[in-house]
């Protein structure tokens, strides 16, 4: 069975994490946080996505910033995608 009752972010795609995050903080503010040049150099939603699913230490320091920051973020982005 898939229930997962404790994980915070089950059900939430890393494209909406990412696109929450970005609508949210920004380019910069990531690229500050997580140390990745997806963030930092020509940034896009694209390249970060791609990047993240094939680097599991980089999309863990992207989760855990979400999960940190998750009452931060605007209630009408949260279900948006």
């Not at 890393?14 to 963030?39: A, P, S």
Request: charged fraction near 25%; aromatic fraction near 10%.
């Amino acid at each position: 069975m898939d229930n997962q009752p404790y994980n915070q972010l089950h059900g939430i795609t890393l494209k909406v994490l990412v696109t929450q995050l970005v609508e949210h903080f920004g380019f910069d503010y990531l690229g500050k946080q997580v140390k990745i040049k997806c963030f930092t150099q020509d940034p896009s939603i694209q390249s970060s996505l791609k990047f993240l699913r094939k680097t599991p230490w980089a999309r863990e320091k992207v989760e855990q910033l979400y999960i940190k920051n998750k009452n931060q973020l605007q209630p009408e982005t949260r279900n948006k995608i």
